[in-house]
């Protein structure tokens, strides 16, 4: 039997669906998992227990409110911010795993200094993330339009330094160069690419010299990350699609195996059949093919902990 292996895992959702959420999340943009409105720590942790090769020992909660509200902005907007942060911070002190929180912000917002300044009062807010995906957009995007272009939001970013938090970075492929020009100016903010740069199956065949192009831009800021995770959006099945495993693979040795991350998406990829056993399997034979025992370590923890403050 191989030997198991920690997962601390850096990318991971909580949430109440319910009519009368207390997190300010919608049902019309998420899902009730398996039937139920809430999906909280004990459910998370639940899934993981199939996988019998790996001890969970906890991860970085992400937010999933800038996906909600489509249209919404201001005070009623932030509030909403704040109440899911709060609610998940409560849901995850009832576990004893080590877990740190990355809620979101407007950051295009005039207020957003005061919105980053109240979640920073909040106890593990190890950073911040703000869907930026344009083009195609997602939802409340197809209103904001592309944040990176937006000098407002840039300056919110800039607010980011002064809380010590870092960013998660979820974006297409065509904005992946104008992404690492603008991070350049801002070394000391750790930058967490999310879902290997959302590409779709065009961008890893068709499209693939903008797609790793763009990659190795963001490679050569330091301060960054990227999280091999959410890759069903690529390919269903996923770990039998030739050309997204040669792209892992090629991400791995650019990014090198000290910032390469390995997320559950949960509860999403569970959803989409992809169960903790399944997952990190698949997993686990990319992480072998490229590197030994304790680089594997560090993509399964390690890293992760390490770019989010956690250890």
């Known amino acids: 039997m191989a030997e198991k292996v920690e997962i601390w895992d850096p990318h991971f959702h909580i949430w109440d669906v319910s009519d009368n959420t207390e997190s300010g999340h919608e049902l019309e943009q998420l899902l009730a998992v398996n039937g139920e409105d809430v999906y909280a720590a004990a459910e998370y942790e639940a899934d993981f227990l199939p996988a019998t090769d790996f001890e969970h020992t906890g991860g970085a909660w992400l937010e999933a409110v800038s996906v909600c509200h489509v249209g919404l902005s201001g005070p009623q907007y932030d509030a909403y911010c704040l109440a899911e942060a709060n609610w998940s911070a409560r849901q995850l002190q009832k576990s004893d795993r080590n877990y740190v929180l990355i809620p979101t912000a407007p950051l295009h917002e005039p207020n957003a200094a005061d919105t980053l300044a109240q979640l920073a009062e909040i106890p593990r807010v190890h950073g911040i993330r703000q869907i930026v995906n344009h083009d195609p957009d997602w939802p409340r995007n197809a209103v904001l339009g592309d944040l990176l272009d937006n000098p407002q939001w840039q300056k919110g970013y800039a607010e980011l330094q002064k809380h010590a938090m870092s960013f998660d970075l979820q974006l297409n492929a065509p904005q992946f160069q104008k992404a690492a020009t603008f991070m350049k100016d801002f070394p000391d903010t750790p930058v967490i690419i999310n879902h ?116």
Do not use: H
């Open 196 to 311: 290997l740069g959302s590409p779709t199956l065009d961008d890893v065949t068709a499209r693939e010299k903008l797609f790793r192009d763009g990659l190795e831009a963001l490679a050569g800021c330091p301060q960054t990350y990227i999280k091999i995770s959410m890759l069903f959006y690529t390919a269903q099945d996923w770990d039998e699609c030739e050309p997204l495993i040669d792209n892992i693979n090629w991400i791995i040795d650019t990014f090198g195996v000290d910032r390469c991350v390995f997320a559950s998406n949960y509860p999403v990829d569970v959803a989409q059949g992809w169960t903790a056993d399944r997952l990190y399997g698949a997993f686990r034979k990319i992480a072998e093919a490229n590197t030994d025992l304790a680089g594997q370590q560090k993509l399964f923890a390690g890293n992760a902990k390490r770019a989010y403050r956690a250890e």
